[in-house]
């Protein structure tokens, strides 16, 4: 079945820095990558999703990008800002586990001021 | 982006007592639910998929007969903890997609504790 490998487990940057996190997949047929931000004692929300035809997308400070021949995709977060302070969750979905997401362990962000 | 509810928010019960839990899709349908455990600084573990109508499909290792999912409607899924044990004190989280659909929107979770 997929395997979801995320790195790192945790990240510290200063405020206004970057972040990066990355996540490689197993199964080739996977062809939806969507990532998470879950802040403490909330469930996952969606912030971005990218789809195994479009190599990266943006949306104001967050992008995604991915590597269909490597199998990996990365989460870039800019000007980070201690409200990004959270575990970020990359998923993959495959045909080949009907269509189901695998989770990726969780990066826990801490943005310090 | 859609939005999905979770009922109660958090449980304290009795060891041997059983705890239901709601899940709403509250502008979409939601053909198929998914229900996830949660560790403390731990990803999310499926505990089985729900699509309306139907019997749920559980993950290895996970109880059918200790945890009861049901998906009457196409906004609503229940999971039910039998004779709830310590053990069993988790963060529950439902999910909810729509038909043909590729995204999965997550409920607010809900803390249970065993005592």
């Known amino acids: 079945g997929e395997n979801v490998e995320q790195h790192p487990s945790t990240l510290s940057v200063q405020e206004g820095d970057s972040a990066v996190i990355k996540c490689t997949y197993s199964?080739?047929?996977?062809?939806?990558f969507p990532w998470y931000k879950q802040e403490l004692g909330k469930g996952p929300q969606l912030i971005i999703d990218?789809?195994?035809?479009?190599g990266e997308k943006k949306d104001q400070r967050i992008a995604v990008t991915l590597n269909k021949t490597a199998k990996h995709f990365s989460l870039h977060i800019t000007e980070t800002q201690p409200e990004d302070s959270a575990v970020y969750f990359c998923?993959?979905?495959?045909?080949?586990?009907?269509?189901?997401?695998?989770f990726g362990g969780g990066t826990r962000l801490m943005v310090k001021p | 982006g859609a939005v999905v509810s979770q009922h109660p928010s958090w449980v304290i019960c009795k060891s041997g007592t059983s705890v239901k839990i709601e899940c709403r899709s509250l502008?979409?349908?939601?053909?198929?639910m998914f229900w996830y455990r949660q560790f403390p600084k731990q990803s999310l573990m499926l505990m089985a998929t729900?699509?309306?109508?139907?019997?749920?499909?559980?993950e290895q290792g996970v109880e059918k007969d200790k945890f009861l999912i049901n998906h009457a409607s196409l906004t609503l899924s229940t999971l039910t903890v039998t004779s709830a044990h310590p053990e069993d004190s988790s963060f529950y989280i439902c999910?909810?997609?729509?038909?043909?659909?590729?995204?999965?929107?997550f409920g607010p979770g809900t803390r249970l504790l065993v005592l």
């Open positions: 999910s909810a997609r729509g038909r043909g659909r590729e995204t999965q929107y």
């Open positions: 199964d080739s047929a996977s062809n939806y």
């Open positions: 990218i789809r195994s035809n479009v």
């Open positions: 998923a993959a979905r495959s045909r080949n586990a009907g269509n189901m997401l695998t």
């Open positions: 502008d979409f349908q939601a053909t198929t």
């Open positions: 729900s699509n309306e109508g139907s019997k749920a499909t559980y």
